[in-house]
């Protein structure tokens, strides 16, 4: 038995045969053309774009009516993309000017952006990379007429016997479906993160899953007995019976569990001592609230708006931005939506700025970003903010300020609201009386001064991603440092209740809307520092609240539990 270790993704147990897929074997020639080789190779890698779109296409219309709302929407995502001049006219120019071959250019200009989400900050839009290359993968595949390269479909469950377990370099959601007839129980990837998009779509069929386990399809041979641990991030090849035999016993514990969630969408997250927690949902795209409203949240806690400006050439006008959050906002009829404004900075490109040779910041992660940039950016930041107050006249809307270190950027946020509110009414638009102001306590500074912060805003939000990662000097998403990043460090968890009984003291909403939020390993530590509001990925909703109605009394408010 070998055992290979690489980043938990989506929890469970999966046990079965592994299906290697090879990583996509595109040889790209780099060539230059002659002049009166141009319109030939033109007219192929505009014909692989169409087919692309077409492939897109009939997977998206061809989606099962069960098929996870996330599937369909990360399906739209890959269209987006080769709708995107980024990836559709540049390549063109790079064969007109330079003389590139058709794949030389394709594969440059997918490199370039790439590169451009791998040097961002965020680790969610760190992991679009993976995105842009699976959809550049998916146009050489058609430019080579190599439609098997991707490692064929698996066998029919029937033939094996067993469950499979996919082994893959990497894998698209869409492509995901071509497994839908096997009995397809989880998958192993040597690239990839908790946040992929097919890492999420992993979490949304509850299907186990390890990324980033680095040389997988090397060291797992086709056939080989696996089985992958969700949990922990291990997988175990061709394992001895008494390895066996404990996940199998595992494996059904988790499927009784799973059968018994289903019961709870529809009745309260209270605990046993009677006290009713929120339970609220994060999304990135406005089609992630279909998931929101099917897991019965209680709102929408966290809404990152970066996916409305990436990956475009130009900014989003306020219509299409207003028409994104009203569809939230109607969708979530009358519970609460929580708005953060754009969360970008100087090292991820927006359309205005698109300059692939522009100089990253030296340390994006303490560059203008976020709230920083938005200040620095007027007329964009009131672009957006009169789009969410719009969206406010349709229902309760609250403004989410990320990265707030210093009193001045609250001042300063909020005299940008009350400007884009006088704007809205010098136009005879409608917007809410009264919006909510709050702010991300993700940077540690703003913990330590939230006494002098409180006054000023409404509520409060603590993004635990960014905060462990400032705490403790930590990338998650650098492997050689990876294994440090610990949610559960003493000093994250003094400034997590430091920052919630200090907004319990003053009578201000505090909620944790990072990945801690969903992962009920924390719930209980969570409620015991006397949370009362959680936010997550709609995924996560029922196993948490399956842990909190079995949660005993949060303690005293004056009880200490750091030393618990």
């Known amino acids: 038995m070998k055992t290979l270790s690489g980043i938990p993704a989506s929890g469970g147990i999966a046990i079965g045969r592994a299906h290697v897929l090879a990583a996509l074997a595109v040889e790209v020639s780099?060539?230059?053309?002659?002049?009166?080789?141009?319109?030939?190779?033109?007219?192929?890698?505009?014909?692989?774009?169409?087919?692309?779109?077409?492939?897109?296409?009939?997977?998206?219309?061809?989606?099962?009516?069960?098929a996870p709302t996330e599937l369909g929407a990360f399906i739209e995502v890959h269209e987006l993309m080769l709708a995107d001049p980024m990836l559709t006219v540049a390549?063109?120019?790079?064969?007109?000017?330079?003389?590139?071959?058709?794949?030389?250019?394709?594969?440059?200009?997918?490199?370039?952006?790439?590169?451009?989400?791998?040097?961002?900050?965020?680790?969610?839009?760190?992991?679009?990379?993976?995105?842009?290359?699976?959809?550049?993968?998916?146009?050489?595949?058609?430019?080579?007429?190599?439609?098997?390269?991707?490692?064929?479909?698996?066998?029919?469950?029937?033939?094996?016997?067993?469950?499979?377990?996919?082994?893959?370099?990497?894998?698209?959601?869409?492509?995901?479906?071509?497994?839908?007839?096997?009995?397809?129980?989880?998958?192993?990837?040597?690239?990839?993160?908790?946040?992929?998009?097919?890492?999420?779509?992993?979490?949304?069929?509850?299907?186990?899953?390890?990324?980033?386990?680095?040389?997988?399809?090397?060291?797992?041979?086709?056939?080989?007995?696996?089985?992958?641990?969700?949990?922990?991030?291990?997988?175990?090849?061709?394992?001895?019976?008494?390895?066996?035999?404990?996940?199998?016993?595992?494996?059904?514990?988790?499927?009784?569990?799973?059968?018994?969630?289903?019961?709870?969408?529809?009745?309260?997250?209270?605990?046993?001592?009677?006290?009713?927690?929120?339970?609220?949902?994060?999304?990135?795209?406005?089609?992630?609230?279909?998931?929101?409203?099917?897991?019965?949240?209680?709102?929408?806690?966290?809404?990152?708006?970066?996916?409305?400006?990436?990956?475009?050439?130009?900014?989003?006008?306020?219509?299409?931005?207003f028409s994104a959050y009203a569809r939230v906002v109607l969708a979530m009829a009358g519970k609460p939506v929580v708005i953060r404004t754009l969360d970008v900075g100087a090292d991820k490109t927006l359309a205005e700025e698109v300059d692939l040779q522009a100089v990253v910041a030296p340390n994006p992660a303490l560059g203008l970003r976020a709230i920083r940039y938005c200040l620095a950016k007027p007329e964009m930041f009131r672009t957006q903010l009169r789009a969410i107050l719009r969206a406010s006249a349709l229902g309760p809307v609250k403004i989410l300020i990320p990265m707030v270190a210093h009193e001045h950027e609250v001042d300063q946020a909020r005299a940008a609201i009350e400007r884009a509110k006088k704007e809205l009414k010098a136009r005879g638009e409608k917007c809410a009386a009264s919006v909510p102001v709050g702010a991300?306590?993700?940077?540690?500074?703003?913990?330590?001064?939230?006494?002098?912060?409180?006054?000023?805003?409404?509520?409060?939000?603590?993004?635990?991603?960014?905060?462990?990662?400032?705490?403790?000097?930590?990338?998650?998403?650098?492997?050689?440092?990876?294994?440090?990043?610990?949610?559960?460090?003493?000093?994250?968890?003094?400034?997590?209740?430091h920052t919630i009984r200090t907004c319990k003291r003053a009578g201000k909403p505090v909620s944790v809307c990072g990945e801690m939020a969903g992962d009920i390993k924390y719930t209980e530590r969570l409620l015991a520092m006397g949370l009362t509001s959680f936010s997550m990925h709609a995924g996560c909703i029922l196993p948490v609240k399956s842990v909190i109605r079995g949660a005993g009394a949060s303690p005293a408010p004056n009880a200490h539990v750091m030393q618990a």
Not at 441 to 454: V, W, Y
């Open 440 to 497: 991300m306590i993700e940077i540690p500074a703003a913990a330590l001064i939230l006494d002098r912060l409180l006054p000023k805003l409404d509520f409060c939000s603590i993004g635990t991603n960014d905060l462990i990662q400032y705490t403790l000097a930590i990338d998650r998403a650098d492997a050689e440092v990876a294994h440090l990043y610990d949610p559960a460090h003493p000093a994250v968890l003094h400034l997590i209740e």
């Open 91 to 321: 390549p063109r120019t790079l064969i007109t000017e330079r003389r590139y071959n058709a794949a030389w250019a394709l594969s440059t200009q997918v490199e370039a952006l790439a590169k451009t989400f791998e040097d961002m900050d965020d680790a969610y839009l760190r992991e679009r990379s993976y995105d842009v290359r699976q959809v550049g993968e998916r146009i050489l595949k058609h430019m080579t007429q190599d439609a098997g390269s991707s490692g064929g479909s698996a066998r029919p469950a029937d033939e094996l016997g067993e469950d499979i377990v996919i082994v893959a370099h990497d894998i698209a959601p869409a492509d995901m479906l071509q497994f839908k007839e096997t009995r397809f129980a989880g998958f192993v990837t040597d690239l990839g993160g908790v946040t992929s998009h097919t890492a999420i779509v992993a979490r949304s069929l509850q299907l186990p899953a390890v990324v980033a386990a680095s040389e997988a399809t090397s060291l797992i041979h086709q056939d080989d007995f696996i089985i992958v641990d969700g949990h922990d991030g291990r997988i175990y090849v061709n394992p001895d019976a008494a390895t066996r035999e404990r996940f199998a016993r595992k494996a059904a514990e988790e499927r009784a569990t799973r059968a018994a969630l289903g019961s709870l969408r529809h009745v309260p997250a209270v605990t046993l001592a009677g006290e009713l927690i929120e339970l609220a949902a994060n999304i990135e795209v406005p089609e992630d609230v279909d998931g929101a409203v099917e897991m019965n949240a209680d709102g929408i806690g966290l809404f990152r708006t970066e996916f409305l400006f990436m990956g475009r050439k130009q900014l989003p006008d306020e219509d299409e931005q």
């Open 30 to 66: 780099h060539h230059f053309i002659e002049p009166e080789q141009l319109d030939a190779e033109l007219s192929r890698f505009d014909a692989a774009v169409e087919l692309a779109r077409t492939e897109l296409a009939e997977v998206r219309q061809n989606l099962e009516h069960d």
